[in-house]
């Protein structure tokens, strides 16, 4: 009974994951917009008058912004509110079913990847990992990226990087490029379920 309200969760629960993961989204999409506009950190500041910390807490998704500070970014990164959570959010409502998005499974199943939403110049894409029990190391097979972002949803998952390792909750999330990711691995004895968000880098 306990196991089936974990899966289950909170509705207010949720609720607030669905929100976090929008900040994130949110905030790459923003990053990429300044880095295709070529501006650094510290010019897109001086042009919108938002400060670099705020900046920088908003692209790395641990902050929402308000509209006052949308609406300086929009008009600085010439980058339409409406267009600033990708189409996946903006279009008309899609429903993908357990059976549908490309699936990625290990021999023995123990490991899953299905991928969620991808845009159509792969600068984001959005893919669901369940990982029952094991190291996961192998992502060939994924859209290619330059920066990912994992967001835990369900269980626990540890983040290896070449020099730290996460130990993610519920809730929680990490960023790094993905030439620093070793493994990522579940070492309890529950499910572990993430969302792999990950983006090109513009040249």
């Excluded at 809730?171 to 070492?187: A, M």
Aim: net charge neutral; charged share 25%.
């Amino acid at each position: 009974m306990e196991g089936q309200n974990e899966e289950n969760g909170n509705p207010r629960e949720l609720e607030q994951n669905v929100d976090e993961v929008l900040t994130v989204v949110l905030g790459e999409t923003l990053k990429q917009r300044r880095l295709e506009l070529g501006y650094s950190m510290e010019k897109l500041s001086q042009l919108s008058s938002v400060s670099r910390g705020m900046l920088g807490l908003i692209e790395s998704g641990k902050t929402t912004p308000s509209i006052g500070i949308l609406w300086k970014l929009s008009k600085t990164l010439r980058l339409p509110i409406a267009e600033m959570i990708p189409d996946l959010f903006s279009q008309s409502p899609r429903f993908l079913s357990l059976n549908e998005g490309k699936v990625w499974s290990s021999s023995k199943n123990a490991i899953k990847s299905r991928v969620l939403y991808q845009e159509e110049r792969e600068r984001l894409n959005l893919v669901e990992w369940n990982l029952e029990q094991g190291k996961l190391n192998q992502f060939q097979h994924l859209p290619q990226a330059q920066d990912i972002k994992i967001y835990q949803v369900l269980g626990t998952s540890k983040v290896k990087l070449k020099q730290k390792t996460y130990q993610l909750e519920v809730g929680e999330c990490v960023f790094f490029p993905i030439s620093e990711l070793e493994f990522i691995v579940n070492e309890s004895d529950h499910p572990s379920k993430f969302l792999w968000i990950s983006s090109k880098k513009f040249r």
